[in-house]
């Protein structure tokens, strides 16, 4: 079972800040605040409750400034930030940091583990609760690094997926690159591309060179993932190691987020765009889709969402559940609407409009 329900708290990053929305009504009313870090791009957050107070943690990206992350222990009451920045690239690498673009707390049993996801790509790892981070040399080191391209919105390493059950796994995926995976908690890296198409390379089935846009994992079963593809929808039954299309019955492959339900196994959302040549939703209609049966049928979900015409995308962060008992979903859109569900996508309402350009979500019960 979920958290029960007490408080809810929906982190909402924007090209312009960062929005914190708050419920105390079983997510029946919103009250939001805001912007924090305003005028700086806020392209990741995550809400850490793994210790007796929930820690707030948010990539703020100033073009003065330049990256950072910063924490707060009070629910964005107040924030912390260190002189120097937390997330940066070692001088021998010859790198430079340009944003952090993934902040992923790691299990339980490690409960002062964070990891951070970057463009360009690479891994960070943090062992005081995400204060400083140092470079995953292993994977930056890979053979493969210097054939990752560039995507339409940068090369960088987007989603972390810690192993629930054991510390040392772990995979990551990129645009473009592809998925990788350790089971040496980051010692070596192996790719775990096959079955997913790249439609754009000369050969379409490459060992690695996929543009992954977000991998999601299964709440009950830990060895199945999701993936929404640069054009394909996946689901892999064996930790990554193949993939399968379930794509049948949406109404386009492409999109960019793909989320689970929080502790539902099968239950999967997301948000097809037309094609990577017209990113508008189909048939120009805000419309989430959910999987009740691990993708292989899909349901639209449009209760009190604007309909025809409707033209703005969600980002491959910016759709998310919460983790109360009856789950929250939660998406936000490139013209500043955001949108809750309490009733799992059965019906929807907003919860914000008229904000800047969303780029990521995070909700939780606080």
């Not at 196994?265 to 017209?278: E, H, Q």
């Not at 805000?286 to 639209?300: I, L, Y």
């Not at 559940?321 to 939660?330: C, F, K, L, M, P």
């Amino acid at each position: 079972m979920g958290t029960p329900h007490t408080g809810a708290l929906l982190a909402i990053g924007t090209e312009k800040g960062l929005f914190l929305a708050t419920s105390t009504d079983d997510r029946r009313g919103w009250q939001v605040s805001g912007p924090h870090f305003p005028m700086t791009a806020v392209y990741a957050v995550a809400i850490d409750k793994r210790r007796a107070a929930p820690r707030l943690l948010a990539s703020v990206a100033s073009s003065h400034y330049g990256p950072s992350v910063a924490t707060s222990d009070d629910l964005g009451h107040t924030w912390s930030e260190p002189e120097q920045p937390p997330v940066a690239f070692p001088a021998d690498t010859g790198a430079t940091l340009e944003r952090v673009w993934q902040l992923t707390p790691a299990s339980a049993a490690e409960p002062d583990v964070v990891y951070a996801g970057s463009q360009p790509s690479a891994l960070f790892r943090s062992t005081d609760g995400g204060a400083s981070f140092e470079l995953v040399r292993p994977l930056w080191e890979h053979p493969h690094r210097p054939q990752w391209e560039a995507g339409f919105g940068g090369q960088a390493i987007h989603t972390v997926l810690p192993d629930p059950r054991d510390p040392a796994a772990m995979l990551v995926a990129m645009s473009t690159g592809g998925v990788y995976r350790s089971a040496d908690a980051g010692a070596s890296w192996a790719p775990g591309n096959t079955g997913i198409r790249a439609y754009f390379l000369p050969d379409e089935w490459p060992e690695f060179g996929q543009c992954v846009h977000k991998v999601a994992r299964d709440a009950v079963d830990p060895d199945r993932l999701y993936a929404q593809n640069h054009h394909g929808v996946y689901r892999s039954d064996d930790a990554g190691a193949t993939w399968s299309s379930i794509a049948d019955g949406l109404p386009s492959d492409f999109g960019f987020p793909i989320a689970t339900h929080p502790h539902r196994s099968g239950v999967i959302y997301t948000f097809p765009l037309v094609a990577d040549s017209r990113r508008f939703p189909v048939d120009d209609r805000c419309r989430v889709f959910r999987s009740a049966d691990a993708g292989a049928t899909w349901q639209p979900l449009t209760a009190g969402l604007p309909q025809h015409p409707y033209y703005p995308a969600v980002l491959r962060d910016a759709l998310t559940t919460d983790d109360a008992s009856t789950a929250g979903v939660y998406f936000g859109t490139r013209s500043g609407d955001v949108f809750a569900s309490r009733d799992e996508g059965d019906s929807w309402q907003p919860v914000a409009t008229g904000l800047p350009d969303v780029l990521c979500v995070r909700a939780a019960v606080v």
